[in-house]
């Protein structure tokens, strides 16, 4: 069997030294076995394990959604359990969507009442700053 050392895995993977050790600190990962000169050595699931915390972090999972993930790959659980943890990170997704556009909406509406031309004290967009209340007139 075919094993690496942290940094091998490192490079592997392109997850960093510290970032391994901390997935195996939080128990993402399991600790590794240690090798007559106590060096970690590290098998290839590690590296398929990294590699999925990897793309589970680029698609947004936070180290806790990811956990849950792993443990939900570790069962007999039917797929329908995984199915029901994406669904829930699109509707998480679609509901920062839907935030982002609203905020979006109040900051067109500040700039076009804003030529910049104004002292900053009387600014609709520092007013509103202030006073977010005002959000209703907006």
Partial sequence: MTTFTIGQLSKKTGVSVVAIRYY?????IPKANRRINGYRAYSSDFSE??????NL??????LK?????????NTTLPSS??????????QAIQ?????LKKTGEVFESLLSK????????????????KNPSQKKSI
Wanted: proline residues 4%; contains cysteine.
């Fill in 49 to 54: 394990k990294i590699d999925c915390i990897k």
């Fill in 95 to 99: 509901e920062k969507i839907n935030y």
């Fill in 24 to 28: 195996e600190r939080i128990h993402l």
């Fill in 81 to 90: 359990s995984v199915r029901s943890v994406i669904s829930k990170k699109l």
């Fill in 114 to 129: 804003c030529d910049g031309s104004l002292p900053i004290a009387s600014c609709p967009i520092v007013l509103y700053m």
């Fill in 65 to 73: 959604e990811i956990r849950e993930f792993l443990e939900l790959y």
């Fill in 57 to 62: 972090k680029s698609l947004g999972f936070s």
